[in-house]
């Protein structure tokens, strides 16, 4: 179980408009204990992708539909940014290159 659908699964306010596909940023939690942060695995190109457009970016920030529940996670800590960046909500229009 990622951390995204253990929030929805205990109402906590964690977005995730895209379900958890690696398309947006909405999930972007912030690991509070970098050594929690280092047992992660490395965030794939895509997450890195998305992760450059979320709200209040950290040296340990990850996306919460990335980071998967294990035994040696217990006791992990996150924090959610203070705001999102929703595009589809927040008026973005695409302009063509």
Known sequence: MSMLE????NDIE??????GSLACSTCHVI???VNYYNKLED???EENDMLDLAFGLT?????????????ELDGIRLALPAATRNFAVDGFVPKPH
């Not at 964690?14 to 379900?19: K, S, W, Y």
């Open 59 to 71: 040296e340990t920030s990850r996306l919460g539909c990335q980071i998967v529940a294990k035994p």
């Open 14 to 19: 964690l977005e995730g408009a895209c379900e």
């Open 31 to 33: 690991v509070m204990d």
């Open 43 to 45: 965030p794939t190109d």
């Open 6 to 9: 253990a929030a929805h699964e």
